[in-house]
């Protein structure tokens, strides 16, 4: 009943491309919360169940209203790869979550922005201030008597590092506004950068995966219009 996984792939975002490592780990995460035990069971693919969702959310599952178990679904079918670029166009340009790039498209891959997406779109009220009591409260929320969900976070590595933006630069790929050009190419002065790896553990009955993020950014959020350096999001099975 495992949902296989996958890296990201290069997706197009009306015009904008990038990869889609964020957005589709955000994807396949609701598909693990969501999809029907019995279901993929039996033909390996799942409807999304009756449940009220955020409009946005909605229309997609109307377009896209199966939940494929294999991974060569999202990687190699033509519909499938549309749907990747589809749901990061659905994602992009909402107030309530954080970007990579500098116009709102390209989800940063921190833990708070798992929890603001579930605010956003499922109504969740979780607590950015209490991250193991909001993973809980996903855990019982989609949890049914023949799929017991448990999310935890395994672990967090955290370090800091004073960095010249020469060599900061080396790690930013999106497109920069000329004052930014401009500021990387002179200053030599040195810069606190965080560069952090989170782990969560997300069990579903006895299969177990585990969701990797890794987030670079700027410790003053005031240097810049946008704070964030590189990240990367993947779900893999255990």
């Known amino acids: 009943m495992v949902l296989e ?28 919360l969501l999809f029907d035990l019995d279901e993929i069971n039996e033909s390996n693919k799942s409807l999304y169940p009756k449940i009220k969702y955020h409009d946005d959310i909605s229309e997609f599952i109307k377009k896209y209203p199966i939940i494929y178990k294999n991974s060569e679904y999202y990687l190699e079918d033509d ?19 954080d970007y990579y790039r500098n116009d709102n498209s390209e989800l940063f891959t921190s833990i708070i922005n798992i929890l603001k997406f579930l605010n956003g779109f499922f109504d969740l009220e979780l607590d950015y201030n209490n991250i193991t009591e909001s993973l809980e409260i996903i855990s019982n929320k989609f949890s049914l008597p023949n799929k017991k969900i448990t999310i935890n976070l395994e ?3 955290n370090n800091e590092n004073l960095m010249k933006l020469s060599d900061i630069n080396k790690y930013i790929s999106r497109p920069q506004t000329k004052s930014e050009i401009d500021k990387f190419k002179i200053d030599s002065n040195k810069y606190n950068v965080v560069s952090k790896k989170s782990y969560i553990n ?3 009955n ?10 670079m950014y700027f410790k003053d959020c005031t240097l810049f219009e946008n704070k964030y350096i590189t990240g990367h999001s993947v779900i893999i099975k255990k």
């Not at 890296?7 to 693990?32: H, P, V, W």
């Not at 519909?79 to 979550?97: E, H, M, Y």
């Open 79 to 97: 519909i499938g790869i549309k749907q990747r670029n589809d749901w990061a166009t659905l994602v992009s340009d909402k107030d309530f979550l």
């Open 202 to 204: 997300i069990n579903i």
């Open 155 to 157: 672990e967090v590595k």
């Open 5 to 32: 996984t996958t890296e990201c792939i290069k997706i197009n975002n009306n015009g904008k491309s990038y990869t889609d490592c964020m957005e589709f780990s955000l994807l396949r995460f609701i598909q693990l």
């Open 206 to 215: 006895d299969i177990e995966y585990e969701w990797m993020l890794f987030e």
